[in-house]
């Protein structure tokens, strides 16, 4: 019963470098997440999708880009990585028009 | 601006008592609340919700109360167990609207002391 997988875990980047996240999901879910949680605050929307081929752009985007060629797969992507991206980034899906989402476990990366 | 806010950053309460973790809201189109509960190392998992044509929504040990005129929203957890220790997000949206419209406060820490 895996739901919402994401790797890595975690991850130390150095400034400047590029990584991808990845989140698959086994519950054929049409909508995928990217949230990031900062210590003291709470849960930022990145990025989300409602289905394959359709993305857009949630309260935090900047320095992030995503795909979502199937719908089991939303990758997320950092380019030229900041301090400022150090977080705890979370994916997540749900049904159609459904406000109950489940999350993953959770990717910790420091940027340094 | 925090549309949605858990003042109380912490909560400490003795296994067997109630725990009270609140919520409050600043815009008025919110009218589906839900709780979140999260471990150290997982993900937040849905816990419980309420709409707004409802005040109170009971699963097992855990209440959901909902004040519209106050903009508040608490939940319950009675009795409290050493296994609730974890944080406790509260999110807000429109009924109809979809998840990317979720806005979640910043989270209080219970813990449950044995």
């Known amino acids: 019963n895996a739901g919402v997988t994401q790797t890595p875990k975690f991850r130390i980047l150095k400034i400047g470098q590029s990584m991808t996240l990845q989140c698959t999901q086994d519950?054929?879910?049409?909508?995928m997440y990217w949230y990031r949680q900062d210590p003291g605050m709470g849960l930022k929307l990145i990025y989300y999708?409602?289905?394959?081929?359709?993305?857009d752009k949630g309260e935090v985007p900047n320095g992030y880009n995503v795909s979502r060629s199937t719908t089991e797969d939303f990758p997320l992507r950092l380019e030229l990585a900041a301090p400022s991206q150090t977080s705890v980034y979370f994916c997540?899906?749900?049904?159609?028009?459904?406000?109950?989402?489940?999350f993953g476990e959770g990717s910790w990366l420091t940027v340094v | 601006d925090q549309q949605v806010k858990q003042n109380s950053p912490s909560l400490s309460v003795q296994e067997g008592r109630i725990s009270i973790l609140n919520c409050d809201y600043t815009?008025?189109?919110?009218?589906?609340f839900l709780w979140y509960k999260k471990y150290p190392a997982e993900g937040p998992t849905f816990l419980i919700s309420i709409s707004s044509i409802k005040d109170k929504n009971e699963d097992g040990r855990f209440t959901v109360f909902l004040n519209k005129s106050a903009k508040h929203l608490s939940l319950h957890i009675v009795p409290s167990q050493p296994g609730d220790s974890a944080v406790y997000f509260c999110a807000a949206s429109g009924l109809q609207e979809y998840g990317n419209k979720l806005v979640f406060g910043a989270g209080t820490i219970l813990r449950v002391k044995s």
């Open positions: 997540a899906s749900s049904y159609p028009g459904g406000n109950t989402i489940y």
């Open positions: 519950m054929n879910h049409n909508y």
């Open positions: 999708s409602v289905g394959a081929g359709i993305t």
């Open positions: 815009n008025s189109m919110f009218d589906y």
